[in-house]
T-cell receptor, first 115, second 109 residues
Framework: AQSVAQPEDQVNVAEGNPLTVKCTYS??????LFWYVQYPNRGLQFLLK??????LVKGSYGFEAEFNKSQTSFHLKKPSALVSDSALYFC?????????????FGSGTQLTVLP | DVKVTQSSRYLVKRTGEKVFLECVQD?????MFWYRQDPGLGLRLIYF???????EKGDIPEGYSVSREKKERFSLILESASTNQTSMYLC????????FGQGTRLTVV
């Protein structure tokens, strides 16, 4: 079975500082990895994905994520946080051999950027 | 851009009512999903459809059913709403990455 862990329910960071939201995963084959963001009372928006290739993936709104196979991690990063980045962030994974239904989400991390 | 539209943003229903949540997508995707989202639990898959009239149970199908009569429309049905079905419901399509609707916050009183 595949799984995703987001070890921090809440991350606080000061505006202008770098931010990291952590994600670790478990799948039996090669992973497809995703990050989504959710603003209050809205659906999830796609940020970025890792399928294959370069371990550093760049996405929307200045976010990037680093795939680390040995540590089975896919942490979300941004060099300089904005107050408007405050939202709920979800990591998701599926095995590249699996069907589209087999997308497993983490429990989410609430990011708060303090002015 | 893919557009996934859920018919209601907020709903309040009484216990025992039959509730319909509608979802429409405009990109001709085969796969459509219904999730519920609860604090601390992330997204849990209720039902999935990979084609018209085809459906498959997800992780928490009890108390729910679905209908997919047309490719673009996927409906979630609560046969007899209960207070423990108060939640945020999210519809999605999937081709590579998932595309979500804006969510329906359902309150059952």
């Amino acid at each position: 079975a595949q799984s995703v862990a987001q070890p921090e329910d809440q991350v606080n960071v000061a505006e202008g500082n770098p931010l990291t939201v952590k994600c670790t995963y478990s799948v039996s084959g090669n992973p497809y990895l995703f990050w989504y963001v959710q603003y209050p009372n809205r659906g999830l928006q796609f940020l970025l994905k890792y399928i294959t290739g370069d371990n550093l993936v760049k996405g929307s709104y200045g976010f990037e994520a680093e795939f680390n196979k040995s540590q089975t991690s896919f942490h979300l990063k941004k060099p300089s946080a904005l107050v408007s980045d405050s939202a709920l962030y979800f990591c998701a994974v599926r095995d590249h051999r699996g069907s589209a239904r087999q997308l497993t989400f983490g429990s989410g991390t609430q990011l708060t950027v303090l002015p | 851009d893919v557009k996934v539209t859920q018919s209601s943003r907020y709903l309040v229903k009484r216990t025992g009512e039959k509730v319909f949540l509608e979802c429409v997508q405009d990109m001709d995707h085969e796969n459509m999903f219904w999730y519920r989202q609860d604090p601390g639990l992330g997204l849990r898959l209720i039902y999935f459809s990979y084609d018209v009239k085809m459906k498959e149970k997800g992780d928490i199908p009890e108390g729910y059913s679905v209908s997919r009569e047309k490719k673009e429309r996927f409906s979630l049905i609560l046969e007899s709403a209960s207070t423990n079905q108060t939640s945020m419901y999210l519809c999605a399509t999937n081709r590579g990455e998932a595309f979500f609707g804006q969510g329906t916050r359902l309150t059952v009183v």
